[in-house]
């Protein structure tokens, strides 16, 4: 791997840095009908909006929603610094970077630092860990508040020695006087008390003396992970414990009409069939013997004929009328030169899955009237909601622990995985029961990327300038996040279901189908639209990147189009449209770095570059990449690729490259290969072979990552960026290969064969 | 009882023979290293060593392993004394969410108990069952070569892809 940082020094005064290292996170106002003008902040990402009070509109990420000081670190009297975050490992290596984040405002080793994730016991409720938001908003939060339990505790030791606090040094929570008087973080926190809110301002250090920050420090799950320790709520045993499986509908909207139970409580182990409407499971003491049962209940279960899934040759079509909601999402006017030459494209995307290597897991145990569950959800905090709905239960009787799972790229089975484990738990008091999907329902029950259409058009001057855009998306949901117990798949299953709440398009300029639809170039005249589905032929709900894979892939492929119009270099072209300086300066990185203009090419060799901001406001990515195609077959490889990344201060510039990495892989996979399998009567990706994934033999020979500091400027998310900029760069080098033009994903296989 | 010799220890298991041997791993033995990803042999999540091959756990049932010998990602070292590949893995951080990756170790380690200096080709070969989601495939074929001795693969490929690839055309 490259390990070629570039350092640009962007001066950012002091008080300026302050402020925009708590901006990162600020989406959109709204007014309250019917009170009196008053500006409410909401941030409206997946999962529920949630509403910012004016008192702590001022605070850093969320400590907006969170503001009290003590809700992120605790110190008690021995010295044991314990530090909070409401956001999750999901694979990223956050949990690191939160840490370092914390570590370093506290001036403390990361390793001195008990660091505990997403609890609803315990924790902060930061909502969902998703959307590439959790070093925005929890490492804002916890650099700010980490910086002002410092300042305080420093404070309050000043007051005790008799002198200034700035004559004071701090290290590994050691507070020390020049005449050589100390005092612990564990002697001071007795005199300071730290259940107050936080202030707008905080005593943040100048990041030229960060020594922790900006370093590649090693994650602190991996040793672990490697040894075959415990890691993921999967390797967790409890004492008593009983394996629950579970007997999901053949197809969507089934009924339940017929379970020979007599037979499976016969077989070895079984301990209780659980029957509640068409919520089908088996209960046995060993895991083997819940597999087989769940095996024999589900070949003896009769349903009914349920829901017929759409045609997939019509799927693409059918949205035109299933999209009722259309939302204009740009529209600009401004006078240019004439229009002399107009080109368009229409873009298709087919439905993908998520497809984590681990099925979904969850463990419940009811005991005295209270739940507790430990789930891989992204949200324990919503889980706990719609749990508590659909158990009818206070929300304080269920507690929701994070523990780790297989990584899931968004909402996959987890959350309904331990609904399932909530209802077999109620049904087993005392004992806690562990639930784990199998391979087909972790496919079949997937809540999928939803098929897209997209359609572009635009206008040349004489110049070569882009004067008009005209965008078109259609989709639905992108956005089935827990927010009643309906959006739980178990729950609509009970003999007395709850429905999922409805449907409804995310909002820019975050976006949800329409994300990254609004392109990041100068465009002086621009219309985009988003049209939504407010209903889902197939369940779907949010993956990696939502709409921005399918925008970000149609505009950079269709800027090549542009720029071969107009006679520019790719690059070139782009640039010309860029007014955004660090977005001119990832797109010149990477084609620096991969040898632009195009270095001459093997036969059947092609190269491309696409570039994007993700959302327009996280991570800038650009990306030049080689592929090569056997044209006897359509097979396509990612051989090579150069991306540069600007994610403003980088906290843990290893942790960045390895997401760079792996989205570029990742999305290799989706552009390349990946489509659902499904037809009226069922889905058939139902394993890794009516579903294929990248393998070995189709890895890159190399993805090599180029980043861009930006000290002082605020975090931003970076796991979710590569993924559009890698599927443009990818259908731009099949065009450099082949002379085709390819508009409908996945890119490789018949399409190109010759 | 079945008898089972898993990284050097004998154990007896009043456990059905028909159980596939991840489950005896996982559940009887608390050794978590090997995970459940398909139960079809189909992910590599679950790959042990039997008898010197990579196999994978989920599908051999445990009554037919007799006296072959287990080798499972707690045999090569521990946290505190990590073996090659474990030390390569971390020096690499060639893990993201990780669930795949003692599956991953498991396959390269059966591949270096036979060859300790294999060809990138054959590295390459031998990995291809095991899938991994994250996308940190690039990472992990670089921890198996610093074990392997084999020079980093940036390199154009000589040879077309494989023709088993499940990545490619379908």
Redesign the interface.
């Known amino acids: 791997?490259s390990r070629h940082d570039e350092h640009i020094d962007e001066s950012v005064d002091e008080s300026r840095r302050r402020f925009m290292l708590g901006s990162a996170l600020v989406v959109s106002f709204s007014m309250l009908p019917g009170v009196k003008a008053l500006a409410q902040e909401v941030i409206a990402d997946e999962g529920a909006a949630v509403h910012i009070g004016k008192a702590t509109q001022a605070l850093a990420g969320s400590l907006k929603t969170n503001p009290y000081l003590d809700s992120w670190i605790g110190i008690d009297r021995k010295g044991k610094v314990t530090v909070y975050t409401g956001k999750v490992e999901?694979?990223?290596?956050v949990r690191t970077a939160l840490l370092q984040i914390a570590a370093e405002e506290l001036a403390m080793a990361p390793a001195l630092i008990t660091f505990l994730t997403a609890d609803t016991g315990a924790s902060p409720d930061e909502g969902l860990t998703a959307g590439s938001h959790t070093i925005a908003d929890s490492g804002s939060a916890l650099l700010n508040a980490s910086a002002q339990v410092r300042g305080l505790l420093m404070d309050a030791a000043a007051k005790r020695f008799g002198i200034r606090s700035n004559i004071l040094t701090v290290r590994d929570s050691i507070i020390k006087a020049p005449d050589g008087r100390g005092m612990t973080y564990g002697e001071a926190v007795g005199l300071v008390d730290l259940h107050r809110m936080a202030a707008p301002v905080s005593p943040l250090t100048n990041p030229a003396a960060f020594h922790v920050i900006g370093t590649?420090l090693?994650?602190v799950?991996?040793?672990?992970?490697?040894?075959?320790?415990?890691?993921?709520v999967?390797?967790m045993?409890m004492p008593g414990m009983v394996h629950a499986r579970v007997v999901m509908p053949p197809v969507y909207e089934a009924r339940l009409l017929q379970a020979n139970t007599a037979d499976v409580l016969k077989m070895?182990g079984v301990v209780k069939v659980v029957r509640n409407g068409s919520m089908l499971a088996v209960v046995a003491n060993?895991?083997?013997?819940a597999?087989q049962a769940q095996r024999t209940l589900a070949a003896n279960s009769q349903w009914s004929a349920g829901r017929a899934l759409p045609d997939p040759a019509t799927v693409h079509r059918d949205l035109a009328t299933l999209c009722t909601q259309h939302i204009e999402i740009a529209n600009k006017h401004s006078a240019t030169a004439a229009a002399v030459k107009t080109l368009g494209a229409k873009y298709t995307k087919r439905y993908m899955m998520h497809?984590?290597?681990?099925?979904s897991c969850a463990l419940a145990l009811f005991k005295d009237g209270a739940m507790t569950v430990w789930t891989h959800s992204q949200g324990v905090y919503p889980l706990r909601d719609g749990l508590a709905e659909m158990l009818s239960m206070p929300k304080d009787a269920i507690r929701c622990i994070h523990v780790?799972?297989?990584?899931c790229?968004g909402h996959n089975g987890a959350d309904d995985v331990a609904a399932h484990a909530a209802l077999m738990a109620r049904e087993m008091e005392g004992k806690p029961v562990r639930v784990?999907w199998?391979?087909e329902q972790e496919h079949t029950w997937d809540h999928y990327t939803p098929a897209m259409v997209t359609e572009v058009n635009a206008s040349l001057d004489a110049g070569g300038n882009i004067v008009d855009w005209n965008y078109a998306l259609w989709s639905s949901s992108h956005n089935e996040r827990i927010v009643n117990a309906g959006r739980l798949i178990p729950a609509q299953l009970l003999e007395k279901p709850f429905a999922p709440a409805p449907s409804v398009p995310m909002v820019q300029p975050e976006g949800g189908g329409d994300r990254n639809g609004i392109p990041l170039y100068t465009l002086p005249n621009m219309h985009v639209m988003n049209n939504f589905s407010p209903t889902m032929p197939l369940h779907t709900s949010a993956m990696r990147s939502l709409g921005a894979h399918m925008n970000v892939f149609s505009i950079e492929t269709f800027m090549d189009e542009l720029a071969a119009a107009a006679g520019a270099d790719l690059v070139e072209f782009r640039l010309r449209h860029m007014q955004d300086p660090r977005a001119g300066d990832v797109i010149r990185l990477a084609a620096e770095k991969f040898g632009w203009p195009r270095p001459p090419r093997?036969r059947n060799h092609g190269v491309g570059f696409a570039f994007a901001r993700y959302k327009n406001l996280m991570a800038y990515v650009a990306i030049a990449v080689e592929v090569?195609v056997?044209p006897e077959?359509?097979?396509?490889?990612l051989?090579?690729a150069e991306a540069a990344v600007d994610a403003g201060q980088i906290v843990n510039p290893?942790g960045i490259r390895?997401?760079i990495?792996?989205?570029?892989?990742?999305s290799a996979?989706w552009t390349?290969?990946e489509e659902l399998q499904f037809d009226t009567n069922r889905i058939r990706s139902f394993?890794?072979?009516s579903y294929?994934?990248?393998?070995?033999?189709?890895?890159?020979?190399?993805?090599n990552v180029h980043l861009i500091d930006r000290p002082g400027a605020p975090f931003l998310g970076a796991a979710e960026a590569s993924m559009g900029p890698t599927a443009g760069a990818l259908g731009n080098a099949l065009f450099d290969a082949t002379g085709k033009r390819l508009r409908d994903m996945p890119l490789?296989?018949?399409s190109?064969?010759s | 009882m079945i008898n089972l010799t898993v990284n050097g220890v004998q154990h007896a298991l009043d456990i059905d023979p028909s159980t596939p041997l991840l489950y005896a791993l996982r559940n009887d033995l608390q050794l978590h290293g090997a995970k459940f990803g398909c139960g079809l042999g189909q992910c590599g999540a679950c790959t042990v060593i039997v008898d010197g091959a990579a196999a994978f756990s989920c599908l051999i049932p445990v009554g037919s392993i007799g006296k072959k010998p287990v080798r499972t990602i707690e045999g090569l070292g521990t946290i505190e004394h990590p073996g090659p590949l474990q030390k390569a893995f971390i020096e690499h951080q060639a893990v993201q969410c990780g669930y795949c990756i003692a599956g991953m170790i498991m396959r390269a380690q059966a591949l270096l108990d036979r060859d300790p200096r294999p060809t990138e080709r054959e590295l390459i070969e031998h990995m291809e069952p095991n899938l991994c989601r994250c996308g940190t495939h690039t990472r992990i074929l670089a921890a198996i070569r610093e074990v392997a001795h084999l020079q980093a693969a940036d390199a154009p490929r000589e040879n077309p892809p494989l023709a088993a690839s499940h990545g490619g055309a379908q």
């Open positions: 791997m999901l694979g990223t290596g590649s090693p994650r799950d991996i040793p672990r992970k490697v040894t075959g320790g415990v890691s993921y999967q390797d045993l070895p060993g895991e083997w013997q597999v497809g984590s290597i681990g099925p780790e799972g297989s990584g790229y784990q199998m391979r093997k090569s056997v077959t359509g097979q396509v490889i051989e090579h290893d390895n997401q990495e792996g989205g570029v892989i990742q996979s390349l290969y394993d890794w072979s294929p994934i990248l393998r070995f033999s189709a890895v890159p020979r190399s993805v490789a296989g018949e190109l064969r």
